[in-house]
């Protein structure tokens, strides 16, 4: 499957401070970052699984 965005990269050991105070946090964002991920992943899916059908039912 090909891609025109990649999945985000998980923040280093020392991108976070452990500290708790930092607000957004790097994981915060590299949390919102897979979401969006995940949801765009979803629906590329669908497409091409629509797509396919389309295509077989011809």
């Known amino acids: 499957m090909s891609n025109s965005h990649e999945k985000p990269m998980a923040p280093a050991d020392d991108d976070c401070c452990g500290g708790g105070a930092c607000n957004p946090c ?6 919102a970052e897979l979401q969006k991920w995940r949801i765009k992943e979803a629906k590329i899916k669908e ?6 059908a389309e295509k077989n039912s011809k």
């Open 26 to 31: 790097v994981w915060d964002h590299y949390y």
């Open 47 to 52: 497409q091409q699984t629509e797509a396919e």
